[in-house]
Structure formats: C-alpha cells, structure tokens
C-alpha cells in the first residue's frame, strides 16, 4: 500500500513539474522548484506530506496575487500617485515612537521622537559613546511582546543604548494596506531619527539596525536612505509578500549596511525568498516550519507561528551564552548532517564577526555538531 501511495505521488509530482514548467519561466517563479523539492524530500523521508502540501499550495495561490501588489507598489513609487481605490493612511511623525532603554533604564523607557534636539536625547539618557541598537517591531506587534525579551537578553551582555521603534497606531489597518501606505514612510522617519542621533554626536560605524518581518523592510529602507552607511543591518524573516518583487533598491538587499545579517524562519507567504542573502544569512531549521511551531493543525497558524516568532531565537542564544550554532551549509532546506561544512562554525548572536560570510544552517530540534 505505501509504495503504491509512494508511486503515485512521485507520478503526480512529475507531472506537475512538466504541466508548470511554463509557468515558472514566464513568472520566475522559485517558489515552485522549492514546494517541488520539499515535497520530493517529504516523500522521501515520510514526512507527513498532507500539510506540506496545503502549506505550499497557500504559498503557490498567494504568488499571482502578491506580483499584482508589487506591480501597484512600483507604480507609486515611480509617480507618487496612491493606487486607485487604496486608502492612504497618512503616518504622523508624533505616532512613531522611540523607547530608549539602557542599563540605566532597563525596565521604563524614555520616550523619544524623530528631530528631538541633542539636549533632549542627553536628558532622556542616550548615551553617543555607547553602541546603539535600533530594533523595530513587525505587522501585529506592539512594544512589549518585541522590547522585553530583546532588552532583558542584550543589555546584561553588553551595555549599550537600546531604542524600539514603536509603530503600532497603524498596525491595525489590514495587512497590504498599512504596507502600501506606511512602510516607506515609516523608513523616512527611522532615517530621520538615525540621523537626529548622529547629529547629537553617536557613530554609525556603531550602529545596528533591527527589525521583524515589515520591521525589518522598514529598517532596511532606512538604512538604504543613510551615507556613509550604519555598520549592520539584521533583519529577522523580513516580511515577503509583494517585497518578493521589488528590486534591491525597494526591499533588504546585501549592501545596504557595512554588513547585513538575514534570518530566515519560513518562505511562507509572510517570508522573503531564500535566495535574497545578506553578507551572512542564517535559514533557522531549513527556513519551513519551525519545530516550536509544528503542532499548530492550521497550515496558515503554523507559518505565521514561525515567521513571528524568528526573533525568538537570538533572544535565546543571548540568554544561554551563545548556544546556538550556525553551520556553513547550502543554504535553504540544507538540513541534514550531509549538507554541513562542520569545520566552518559561527554562533548566531546580533554581532556577528564581520569575517564570516556566506550561509549557514542552525538546527535546534536534534543535538549540536560535534566541536572539533
């Protein structure tokens, strides 16, 4: 019974592959040899495919529908002009909030906006001597769920300013609208306030910019806006959707800091395409499902599970010492002993040493490699 089930599976997943291949070509569409791949791996290994299979046909439906978006996107941003019938949601710099924590303040933050004078900042107690992390919170987020962990995590490890950019006023619009309308401006109004700090006396050779999923479009933008560039960019699973489709210049890209750092957690519809790297990229248990995730029944609860909680996994290695281990490996879906170069290590920590590069696999649901 298993290898008639085996047999014919393999048959419908080399028809597919055949009937699709026009397809693909005409709208380049990677995601489909990856859904092809997984589900061939899933087949092979007995994974149960049933779930891999609604995960990816969510993925494949929302493709047409995010190029469509992406088409609207470039259109306003060439010309300026909102797209018919989408409403505007003017963001208003008083809106966007900046939480300043240091150890000083680790608990209550001092609350920052962008063009505050260099006297306010220095009252508030930003300190320009000290490195500054500027974290900025995703779609559906708020300050608390993304500020706590993240500031009880780095700041015993290093004492340095910690500012959450807080944006929640317009988290609450639907999801393509508050895209459309305020992650690009939300990213004037981080460069405007990267800059108010710089002014007041802090180095950008000592800054990290951080975010989660439309945060981490939102800080990516940012940082294209500032020159000479900020020293790192990290971004956790920057949100996909229409950003699939914009050129570097619209979404992360390599490039747009000293050293950008990308963590991949899912290419469901939420996550950006695997193959968009940064000077080190991370894919955190073969950037698919992640295991904290994976007793969700709901395809749709167990992608948007490990897209939100991405971040969770530095929080983590900065709680335990650095415990978690990056192998140098392929890159997406490499998640098996054979795909490891296990003399090249790294430990997934926001500071990176700049020196490494490349891709590399961090597994948490069996041992680590051996030390060597």
Request: hydrophobic share 40%; aromatic share 16%.
């Amino acid at each position: 019974m298993r290898t008639a089930i085996t047999f014919f599976l393999h048959s419908t997943l080399v028809a597919l592959m055949i009937i699709d291949t026009s397809h693909a070509y005409q709208y380049g569409r990677e995601y489909q040899f990856y859904f092809y791949k997984y589900l061939y791996t899933s087949i092979l290994t007995q994974v149960a495919v049933i779930d891999r299979i609604l995960l990816y046909s969510m993925q494949y439906s929302s493709f047409i529908r995010a190029h469509i978006n992406a088409t609207k996107i470039r259109l306003y941003l060439a010309t300026g002009t909102p797209y018919p019938n989408v409403p505007q949601y003017p963001l208003n710099f008083r809106n966007v909030r900046f939480y300043l924590y240091t150890r000083k303040n680790p608990d209550i933050p001092q609350i920052l906006y962008a063009g505050d004078s260099k006297r306010r900042l220095l009252l508030a107690g930003f300190d320009p001597q000290l490195e500054t992390v500027i974290y900025c919170h995703g779609y559906n987020r708020t300050f608390d769920d993304s500020a706590s962990n993240f500031t009880s995590s780095l700041l015993p490890r290093k004492d340095v300013n910690i500012i959450i950019v807080v944006w929640d006023s317009y988290t609450f619009f639907d999801g393509f609208y508050v895209i459309f309308s305020t992650i690009f401006k939300l990213a004037d109004v981080i460069a405007n306030f990267v800059e108010t700090l710089i002014f007041a006396g802090a180095d950008r050779k000592k800054m990290n910019l951080m975010g989660l999923s439309d945060g981490a479009q939102a800080v990516a933008l940012a940082a294209k806006k500032i020159h000479p560039r900020v020293a790192r960019l990290t971004v956790f699973d920057p949100v996909g959707d229409f950003f699939n489709f914009l050129p570097p210049t619209q979404r992360v890209s390599i490039g747009d800091a000293d050293y950008v750092q990308i963590i991949h957690c899912t290419i469901s519809k939420e996550g950006l395409r695997p193959q968009i790297k940064g000077d080190i990229t991370f894919y955190m248990n073969g950037a698919i499902i992640q295991p904290q995730c994976a007793n969700y029944t709901d395809v749709t609860i167990i992608a948007y599970c490990s897209h939100v909680t991405c971040n969770s996994y530095l929080n983590e290695s900065l709680k335990k010492n650095d415990t978690l281990m990056g192998i140098k490996c392929a890159g997406f879906l490499s998640r098996y002993p054979k795909d490891y170069d296990f003399s090249d290590k790294v430990i997934l920590t926001y500071d990176v040493p700049t020196k490494f590069k490349g891709s590399y696999c961090v597994n948490t649901d069996y041992p680590p490699p051996p030390v060597f």
